[in-house]
């Protein structure tokens, strides 16, 4: 019922930026938390970012703190993630999922592929 389609992501230099949009349809997503998570080659799955519904609170990762933000339009049903100052630990497919009940989500997009070269 719901799909969420992250778009955007691309080979960027060292301290470069990229921000994939999450375009949610289906549902509307307003009223639910939304969070992007990562996958690099050879490690597990990493939480980067949680925003509340109305989007005044929003969570990071240490690893990306200062450094990515998490913002939301609700009249699009679309959530961003601004990546700066990346790192080649950075390079990983991005996913946002929506919140579901006690940190679980119930939908995933598909991902978008980041790279970061030096």
């Known amino acids: 019922e719901v799909q969420l389609v992250e778009s955007g992501g691309d080979m960027v230099q060292l301290g470069g930026s990229v921000r994939p949009p999450c375009v949610g349809s289906?549902?509307?997503?307003?009223?639910?938390?939304m969070n992007w998570a990562r996958q690099a080659p050879g490690k597990g799955r990493e939480w980067v970012a949680a925003?509340?519904?109305?989007?005044?609170?929003?969570y990071y990762a240490d690893s990306v703190k200062g450094r990515f933000t998490i913002w939301r339009d609700n009249a699009k049903n679309t959530v961003y993630l601004q990546m700066n100052s990346l790192k080649p630990e950075d390079a990983a497919l991005y996913y946002c999922?929506?919140?579901?009940?006690?940190?679980?989500?119930?939908?995933w997009g598909q991902g978008t592929q980041v790279t970061v070269s030096s």
């Open positions: 999922a929506r919140g579901a009940a006690a940190g679980e989500y119930d939908y």
């Open positions: 289906g549902s509307t997503l307003s009223t639910y938390d």
């Open positions: 925003i509340a519904p109305g989007g005044g609170s929003t």
